[in-house]
């Protein structure tokens, strides 16, 4: 190592960990307007939290009580640690064709790790993940959860 | 004015009034001793508190917010909590060493609070070679690591232990070298005497550049030397849990922590005194006016006020940096820190003789 390498490594050290200091110098000046703690049980009202937020997973069912689900069990497939569990059975249109629906879809979220593979597994985008995370139960049995509603059936034109 | 000085005296006086010679001494050692106790409480309880608030802002967080407006009485129900611990000594552990350490390691922080000037002409024994003292007593705070390191009788704490042992070895002679650039330049080691000679300024400002080379790395020892972020590789909790202090629990485990940073008050004090004026306040030439202002702020707040300062400073480090690796550690002192500080002592030394700074 020549002299002029030597004082290039001191010069560019210094340089490296004065940058450094000047971002949690600036975040010590500011922290006041760009706090990222949300102080929970107290505003559980105004509770901000991201949009990829991963707490449970849900079907949604619009208006008609439909949802997107045709029970390809691609979603049960994907899920590394069988979290879902998708019971099937065959609707009969009145042309006598079967058609493959779900009965039951079973969620365990005592299971679940929130990896969202299913989420990005699932072909039409009948399940999604929700922002909920307030799961705590005496039960674990009340944890297993059926996610289509009853008497719901998959929207028309969904195959 | 608050002057700690005429209090002192006060006291000083009234006592040998009414007592003979010895018993008054008698008294004075046992109000000392009080004092460097509250002192130690209370900068427990400060110090910690400071660091937990520096870093939440640090990383936009809040901190302790719950007890206490602002959470002001947090480090009070944590030590409350401490002492009410059991304070439990594991089964294969060398007892005496064991149970030895914690109070070896605050004796040692204790003693080096002698020599500290903390207003004018406020000082436990000035000492006429007060540096030379506080380098060599805080050097023996390592003792207290290994100590308590080798009876643990634990891998973890003895890697910690050994660690901490290579790295103050190395770090004090980088801060042994830049606190002798103020001795050269002030031609004394008493530390009344390093005050009265920043009269005119401090000597930050004074040495030119030099001296800001050594205060740099004056800072940097130390934060070494006390095993702090980004040198706390005697208790790098992601590789040796805790290292050195891996066993102790209660308040054998509190009275470590509160050493470390009874260590980094003095560290600081001594970095306040040598480089920042100690209680000297900040003079500006021939401003007479400002300089009234500044003579108007008690000579306390100012000392006290520089050591914050500079522990701010460390605990800004602290928050920043990420951990050296022993190998970094190592070439950092012995490659970079060590020549630079000795070529940076000639400098001082030439600028000394030859009467180049202010």
């Known amino acids: 190592m020549n002299l002029k390498e030597y004082f290039s490594d001191i010069f560019y050290g210094i340089k490296s960990l004065a940058t450094g200091m000047k971002v949690t110098g ?44 045709t029970g390809c069990t691609a979603c049960e497939l994907a899920c590394p640690n069988g979290t879902i569990k998708i019971i099937t059975k065959f609707d009969v249109s009145p042309e006598g064709k079967k058609k493959k629906a779900i009965d039951t879809f079973i969620y365990h979220l005592e299971l679940c790790t929130m990896c969202n593979l299913c989420v990005e597994a699932c072909p039409t985008g009948a399940i999604t993940m929700a922002p909920t995370f307030e799961h705590s139960v005496f039960d674990r049995s009340q944890l297993t959860k059926k996610l289509n509603k009853p008497g719901s059936k998959v929207r028309a034109g969904i195959e | 004015m608050l002057s700690l000085e005429k209090i002192a005296n006060a006291v000083h006086t009234w006592l040998y009034q009414h007592f003979d010679e010895t018993w008054a001494l008698l008294f004075e050692f046992v109000i000392v001793g009080v004092m460097v106790i509250t002192l130690f409480a209370v900068l427990g309880l400060v110090l910690v508190l400071m660091e937990r608030k520096v870093s939440s802002w640090m990383q936009l967080r809040l901190g302790p917010n719950r007890i206490g407006p602002g959470g002001m009485f947090q480090t009070v129900a944590d030590t409350l909590k401490l002492i009410v611990k059991e304070g439990m000594t594991p089964k294969n552990v060398d007892r005496l060493l064991f149970n030895m350490a914690p109070f070896l390691a605050i004796i040692v922080s204790m003693v080096i609070m002698a020599p500290i000037m903390f207003d004018k002409g406020f000082q436990i024994w000035d000492i006429n070679i007060g540096v030379l003292f506080v380098t060599a007593v805080s050097s023996l705070s390592i003792i207290s690591i290994l100590m308590g390191g080798w ?3 634990n891998k973890y704490s003895l890697l910690g232990a050994m660690r901490s042992g290579a790295q103050i070895v190395s770090y004090e002679l980088s801060a042994g070298l ?6 050269v330049l002030t031609g004394s080691l008493r530390i009344s005497d390093i005050i009265e000679a920043q009269q005119t300024g401090w000597w930050i400002f004074k040495g030119h550049i030099p001296a800001i080379i ?30 050195f202090h891996t ?4 308040m054998k485990f509190a009275l470590f922590f509160l050493a470390e940073y009874v260590n980094i008050f003095v560290v600081c004090a001594i970095g306040a005194t040598l480089f920042l004026g100690g209680w000297m306040p900040f003079h500006i030439g021939n401003w ?14 100012w000392f006290f006020g520089k050591a914050f300062l500079l522990i701010f400073v460390i605990m800004w480090f602290r928050w920043t940096f990420p951990r050296l690796r022993i190998d970094q550690l190592l070439n950092l002192e012995w490659r970079y820190l060590l020549p630079v500080s ?11 003789i030859a009467g180049w700074h202010f």
């Not at chain 1, 929970?40 to 997107?68: C, I, K, Q, W």
């Not at chain 2, 830049?178 to 001795?183: W, Y």
């Open chain 2, 178 to 183: 830049s606190i002798l650039t103020i001795v």
């Open chain 2, 214 to 243: 050594s205060f740099v790395i004056f800072i940097i020892a130390s934060t070494a030397e006390t095993n702090r972020a980004p040198f706390d590789l005697a208790e790098a909790e992601s590789e040796l849990t805790a290292g």
């Open chain 2, 288 to 301: 007479t006016q400002f300089n009234n202002i500044m003579d108007w702020i008690p000579s306390s707040v």
């Open chain 2, 247 to 250: 066993e102790y629990s209660g």
């Open chain 2, 151 to 153: 009876a643990s009788n």
């Open chain 2, 342 to 352: 000795m070529f940076n002592l000639l400098l001082v030394t030439i600028i000394a």
């Open chain 1, 26 to 69: 600036g975040y010590f000046l500011r922290h006041g307007k760009e706090k990222i703690t949300e102080q929970y049980p107290d505003n559980r009202s105004t509770l901000v939290l991201a949009e990829r937020f991963r707490g449970e997973v849900v079907m949604p069912h619009d208006d008609n009580n439909e949802h997107a689900c």
